[in-house]
């Protein structure tokens, strides 16, 4: 069976003499892996289809629970993330993360926009690479069903004052006497929300990039047991 599907290469790993098996993440079926033959011969014509971060047409041929790659049709490699390390970490990161939240072949085409969003963002965009980034992470949590609340504290619904505290078991901000929090920044609190597209305050949000993006790290590794090295990589070379 031939099945046309718009996906994006989260992972590619070298087997046989020239073969590659990629974790690409479809707009219709969402994570699968798929197989995908002699594109590390030299002047292989689909060597582009299994480099990470290949937005193409997939045209995959399945067998049983297994998939091919037959051809690809290229819309986007996103070349310009070669040419800057910190905006390539930031979309690695991106990738990275996708693939720990994604189910195999469960369906999430919603995440799926986002991601290209990101990577546009990240390869053609010339703000700070932290916001593509945390806009897309939001998204994918708040998919997964691990959602951060970002309305006031989460416990009485009251404006967080001047001293917010974060509930990572909760995913929500919140006064110190509401939960157990531990002492978050107003910053990170306005850059989050500016990055989910709520309103915020912009002289509030300086050095906001750097801990929104440890926050979400440290979510990750606590309520998913995810352990992101990633996002230090790229809090490593970013400016922000
Ligand atoms: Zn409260």
Redesign the pocket.
């Given at each position: 069976m031939e099945i046309k599907s718009n996906g994006i290469v989260l992972r590619s790993i070298d087997y046989n003499e020239s073969d590659r098996l990629l974790t690409l993440f479809t707009a219709e079926k969402g994570k699968l892996t798929v197989g995908i033959k002699g594109v590390r011969k030299k002047g292989a014509r689909l060597a582009f289809a299994s480099q990470p971060f290949c937005f193409a047409e997939y045209v995959l041929v399945q067998k049983g629970d297994k998939y091919t790659v037959k051809t690809a049709y290229l819309y986007d490699g996103f070349y310009p993330l070669r040419t800057d390390i910190a905006r390539y970490y930031a979309a690695s990161a991106a990738l990275t993360t996708a693939y720990a939240l994604l189910g195999e072949e469960e369906k999430a085409d919603g995440v799926f926009v986002a991601l290209v969003q990101a990577l546009k963002g990240l390869a053609y965009g010339e703000g700070d690479p932290a916001e593509p980034l945390v806009e897309f992470l939001l998204y994918a949590l708040q998919s997964s069903g691990y959602g951060i609340n970002l309305d006031?504290?989460?416990?009485?619904?009251?404006d967080?004052g001047d001293k917010p505290y974060f509930d990572f078991s909760g995913g929500c901000f919140?006064?110190e006497?509401?939960?157990d929090g531990v002492r978050a920044s107003l910053s990170t609190y306005h850059f989050l929300r500016k990055c989910s597209g709520l309103d915020y305050k912009e002289h509030e949000i300086e050095g906001g990039g750097r801990r929104a993006v440890k926050l979400i790290k440290t979510f990750l590794a606590t309520r998913l047991d995810f352990n992101a090295t990633c996002l230090e990589d790229f809090l490593r070379l970013y400016e922000g």
């Open positions: 006031g504290c989460g416990y009485c619904d009251e967080l919140c006064h006497s509401c939960s």
